[in-house]
């Protein structure tokens, strides 16, 4: 009995409580601060509510008597926390929370960061790059494809079976072997999970930082001698769909890669940050690459968002004139004239609209 008590072993902090006589005379117990419990194998700090919620597996069937904890001066299970005190706030987030300690039960550190996070890349790159590859091919949506032009089935197998040699070849080893490298930025995937308002100011930063640099690298890649051996593979498709965002030169997948973790490299990422971070930034790629502009696209709601008619110009156009070279934003190319070219065709296009 014992041995299974010790399933459920956990520290008490009994140094908050103070007794107190009541108007009886009983010597009752008050709870000064609330309770903090440390998880036995986690060893994180807990509220009552979700040692309990941790516990339940193991406490199920089993009466309370048998329960046994650590603090020999109480062994009174704990109460169940007041309706909108901070444990019942622990509420809202326990099925991420719940969801992320199974997975980290389940799976190293090291088998999180690499293998895992290689799948996630692949199931989130794949799932919103088919459709627009689907699109093209049965000439679905025409109405908002952006050029008229189409690739043949045969051009877009092409892309894929490359795609999926290079993701194996190149993506997965690096992720693999770039894990002591995260260790060192601060990479932790242990509960418990950053605040939200942490995850998103982390992300943004995450964007405008990545931009900025793709912006200056994407400017060099374009320079003569490196576009001529690096670049020019990316530029194949002068009519780009989804998948076509990741079809680079091995050395281009490794820039985009650096360019993608300078931020979390900065701020010391929690896995769960990265891989959010990760999934934004393949499905903005995505979205770029499509070569479809609908009338929900993100880039007609989110300002200064480039989207997939600012990057489809980029495509369409020689690597000497095509400007456009940020990633996400439009600022950048605003600030350093490099989108005079787009600019004039919208102005352009949007006369042509007055005089329908
Ligand atoms: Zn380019
Ligand atoms: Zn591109």
Redesign the pocket.
Known sequence: MMADMSEVFFICNNSNRKEKKNGKGMRRKERKTPHTWTHPVLRVPMTEWTYKKRSRGKLQGRPASQIQYSNKKDSSPPPPPAIGSAAGETMAASPIDSAWESLIGNFSEFQLASVVTFFLHESVFFLSGVPSLLFERFGLFAKYKIQKKSNTPDYQNRCVLRLILYHVCVNLPVMILSYPAFKFMGLRSSLPLPHWTVVVSQIIFYFVLEDFIFYWGHRALHTKWLYKHVHSV??E?AT?FGL??EY?HPAEILFLGFATIVGPALTGPHLFTLWLWMALRVLE?VE??SGYHFPWSPSNFLPLYGGSDF?DY??RLLYTKSGNYASTFVYMDWLFGTDKGYRKIKAIEAEERKHL
């Open positions: 990316h530029h498709y780009p076509t965002s680079a790629t770029a690459h990057h980029h495509h």
